[in-house]
């Protein structure tokens, strides 16, 4: 079955490290994203790629950074310079265009970061 | 810019009845879709519903449907029947037909008492 697997489960990150959380998907969607889940806030967007090889910055940008070399894959590094890291880290992928506009998102299980 | 309310953080229902979850939402555009997603304990997103801006007719999937009131800007789901396996956070979503963004709001934890 086709699905998005993100990976680790949890991750732990030490003051002044970068980490790189992983996401992959086999649907064939050429449209990824990552999003920020923090208590009271619902998701909040980190960056989005509609396309292999370009990615655009979301509404929460600062402190991470991401690529996009395949199709399957949209790596997100959270740098040192994201003061607040900890939270719930969710990987999304889509059809894009907008004959597709119907189709809702598909979700990977999440990554859970937390400072040591 | 397009934006998301959720107004009610925690609703409760009790086992077998109907209880209904509020969404708003602020566009400038005609033409869009509109999620509602449950995501229970286990993390995982679940998509429960979805309505076409341009469809009249609110889109009904089992026990769960939803009152789209597209001059109002609002989108409610409605829960008839409810489950102790409806117990859950549920996010409204908004998509843009130009862009490929998807807007959350800040969701509605809905607990079901047995």
């Known amino acids: 079955d086709g699905g998005i697997t993100q990976s680790p489960k949890y991750l732990f990150r030490k003051e002044g490290q970068n980490v790189t959380l992983s996401c992959e998907q086999n649907?064939?969607?050429?449209?990824m994203y990552w999003y920020r889940q923090d208590p009271g806030q619902g998701l909040r967007l980190i960056y989005y790629?509609?396309?292999?090889?370009?990615?655009q910055k979301g509404d929460i940008a600062e402190g991470y950074s991401v690529s996009r070399e395949k199709k399957e894959s949209f790596p997100l590094t959270v740098t040192s310079a994201q003061k607040n890291p900890t939270a719930f880290y969710l990987c999304?992928?889509?059809?894009?265009?907008?004959?597709?506009?119907?189709?809702?998102?598909?979700f990977g299980d999440g990554t859970r970061l937390s400072i040591l | 810019a397009q934006t998301v309310t959720q107004s009610q953080p925690e609703m409760s229902v009790q086992e077998a009845e109907t209880v209904t979850l509020s969404c708003t939402y602020d566009?400038?555009?005609?033409?869009?879709?509109l999620f509602w997603y449950k995501q229970p304990p286990s993390r995982q997103m679940i998509l429960v519903i979805r309505?076409?801006?341009?469809?009249?007719q609110n889109a009904t999937e089992n026990r769960f449907s939803v009152n789209f009131q597209k001059a109002a800007k609002s989108f409610s789901l409605k829960i008839s029947d409810s489950q102790l396996g409806d117990a859950a956070m549920y996010f409204c979503?908004?998509?843009?037909?130009?862009?490929?963004?998807?807007?959350f709001g800040t969701g509605t934890r809905l607990k079901v008492l047995a």
């Open positions: 309505q076409e801006a341009y469809k009249q």
């Open positions: 649907l064939n969607h050429d449209a």
């Open positions: 979503a908004y998509r843009s037909v130009i862009t490929y963004k998807y807007i």
């Open positions: 790629s509609q396309i292999v090889n370009d990615f």
């Open positions: 999304a992928s889509s059809i894009p265009g907008q004959q597709y506009s119907n189709q809702p998102q598909h």
């Open positions: 566009t400038s555009e005609s033409d869009y879709y």
